[in-house]
């Protein structure tokens, strides 16, 4: 069974950078079957694909947030990271990291969300 969990600071002041891991045990970062990544949702707001990294250890990011995040991973930790810079109030939200399939493009396993409250 494979199990993702989402660890970091629950409050950020704005302008700082956010700065979130995501621990996965039953299952390899490092598949080839698999990429992993980032989604949130802003209160009120629906979900929010943010960017995934893939087992060769490249990155794709959304186009509207790809100036302010950073992917990456520590293989030997089996541990994923997301970095968000400056950030804002609007950037408050449940941040959840995922698996999705390399062939079917589909999610299948979720971190059970963390929030993360932008204030000063």
């Known amino acids: 069974q494979v199990q993702l969990q989402e660890s970091g600071p629950g409050l950020v002041k704005p302008s700082q950078t956010l700065s979130l891991t995501c621990t996965v045990s039953?299952?390899?970062?490092?598949?080839?079957?698999?990429?992993w990544g980032w989604i949130r949702q802003p209160p009120g707001k629906g979900l929010e694909w943010m960017g995934a990294?893939?087992?060769?250890?490249?990155?794709i990011y959304s186009p509207s947030l790809k100036s302010r995040t950073s992917i990456s991973r520590d293989t030997s930790k089996n541990q994923f990271s997301l970095q968000l810079m400056s950030v804002t109030p609007e950037d408050t939200a449940v941040y959840y990291c995922?698996?999705?399939?390399?062939?079917?493009?589909?999610?299948?396993?979720w971190g059970q969300g963390t929030q993360v409250t932008v204030s000063s």
């Open positions: 995922a698996r999705w399939g390399i062939i079917t493009g589909r999610d299948d396993y």
């Open positions: 039953g299952g390899s970062i490092t598949s080839n079957d698999y990429c």
């Open positions: 990294i893939f087992h060769s250890g490249s990155t």
